[in-house]
């Protein structure tokens, strides 16, 4: 099935009068447990379940206008965006995109765009609301993530507050593969970012599975590794168990960018300073600090921790920007 197809099982027409304006926001999410490879790389499917708390503080805002003209106008938190990123968008928008017409597009984030903090999924997340805004579907939000998925696997997880589990799903339709939120709250979880380097990684997260899927030979254990992570984690957060969520959270990361590193060429986003922040974490827990961290596909350092640490925490990272996911 093609991704054309696909959405238009979906979306119930793209009818829209030039001029015609949707906006749309979407916080960015931190996997917990990570996806890492696609079944499917045309509708995007993964090759197993992830699980993720959004951060409602940094995000995406997204304005977009249907217009008459030859091609997308698209801007990046208020200049031209650079011609990768409008060329991915206006991949997308293809898929939505009424005869004759084009779309321009206001989006600003809050967080680096391609450094590995999740910029891609609030982008996606937060276009997909914007549509729905301007064609008027009135979509549930089962729908929004699966439409959110065909432009960035992670988005599917950026349209919900609070914990979200992406759904691997097992049809070839990818009907069944979607993200819904779990319904519980932590208020005492904090997620501390360690930017480490904010710049464009050198190879993207979709280029990087590819190639960790084509080549890795540790690579088969990963899917059914990462399911258990799941199921294990969706208890922790039952059972407000910080310790088992950090440790499975941590050892999910590490064991994601292992099978990057024995890919052939390596896949390596850990800089010098990536490694100091990780031996400075394992030594706070070493003298007694509940902290742990994940790291999705870039440099940079995601701490998580209670409230109760974070003295303890911010004595030794004291550029630390520290986020409360369940605040009121």
């Known amino acids: 099935m093609t991704r054309h197809e696909f959405v238009r099982q979906l979306i119930p027409g793209l009818t829209a009068a030039p001029g015609t304006c949707g906006t749309g926001s979407a916080p960015v999410n931190i996997a917990l447990a ?22 409602p503080s940094l995000g995406t805002r997204t304005r977009v206008i249907l217009i008459d003209g030859p091609q997308d106008r698209v801007t990046l938190n208020g200049q031209p965006a650079p011609e990768g990123f409008t060329r991915r968008l206006s991949a997308w928008l293809d898929l939505f995109r009424p005869a004759g017409a084009a779309f321009e597009v206001e989006t600003e984030n809050s967080v680096p765009t391609a450094a590995g903090l999740a910029s891609s999924a609030s982008g996606f997340a937060a276009l997909a609301r914007a549509l729905d805004d301007l064609f008027d579907w009135q979509l549930d939000a089962r729908t929004l993530s699966m439409l959110a998925r065909i432009g960035s696997g992670s988005a599917s997880r950026s349209l919900f ?23 519980q709250r932590w208020p005492a979880l904090r ?6 380097d904010v710049t464009q990684k050198p190879v993207g997260s979709t280029a990087g599975m590819t190639r960790t899927v084509d080549t890795c030979p540790l690579y088969d254990a990963w899917p059914d590794f990462a399911e258990r992570c799941v199921r294990d984690l969706t208890a922790a957060i039952e059972a407000r168990d910080m310790e088992k ?7 999910n990361a590490l064991t994601m960018h292992a099978t990057m ?8 986003y ?6 100091a922040a990780m031996q400075r974490v394992w030594a706070l827990r070493q003298a007694g ?12 350092l995601k701490l998580l921790f209670e409230a109760d640490a974070r003295p303890a925490v911010v ?4 550029d630390l920007r520290i986020i409360a996911p369940f605040a009121p």
């Open 315 to 318: 004595a030794a990272f004291p």
């Open 289 to 300: 600090t509940g902290v742990w961290f994940t790291m999705d596909a870039g440099p940079n």
């Open 161 to 183: 507050d609070g914990f979200a589990v992406w759904h691997r799903g097992e049809r070839d339709d990818g009907l069944d593969s979607w993200a819904e939120p779990l319904p």
């Open 191 to 196: 997620i501390g970012l360690v930017e480490v």
């Open 270 to 275: 850990w800089i010098p300073e990536s490694v």
């Open 245 to 251: 969520l950090g440790e499975i959270a941590e050892h």
């Open 34 to 55: 990570k996806y890492w490879g696609k079944r499917d790389s045309e509708l995007n499917l993964p090759r197993n379940s992830s699980l993720s708390v959004a951060l």
């Open 261 to 268: 590193i024995a890919t052939r060429p390596p896949v390596l």
